[in-house]
């Protein structure tokens, strides 16, 4: 009985260590996301990425507001 228990927890640590290993050998899945650079609106103060600022350095929600 004691060596058929060694012998399933002798299993259980090689599958866990082969998923340690396959786990580290693989990369993620799909393209890490791309950074993309913000700056924060001089109105608002809200962060948007820099292309969506004007020159005055407004987002589009500032520059469609009402006064």
Known sequence: MARLLMLVLLAALAL???RM???????PPGDAPKFEPT?????????????QLDAGG???RCRAAPG
């Not at 290993?21 to 990369?27: E, H, K, Q, Y």
């Not at 700056?39 to 292309?51: D, L, Q, Y």
């Open 39 to 51: 700056a924060r609106c001089a109105k608002c103060g809200t962060h948007v990425p820099r292309e």
């Open 21 to 27: 290993l396959r786990g580290a050998l693989t990369p």
């Open 16 to 18: 866990i260590a082969w």
């Open 58 to 60: 407004t987002c589009p």
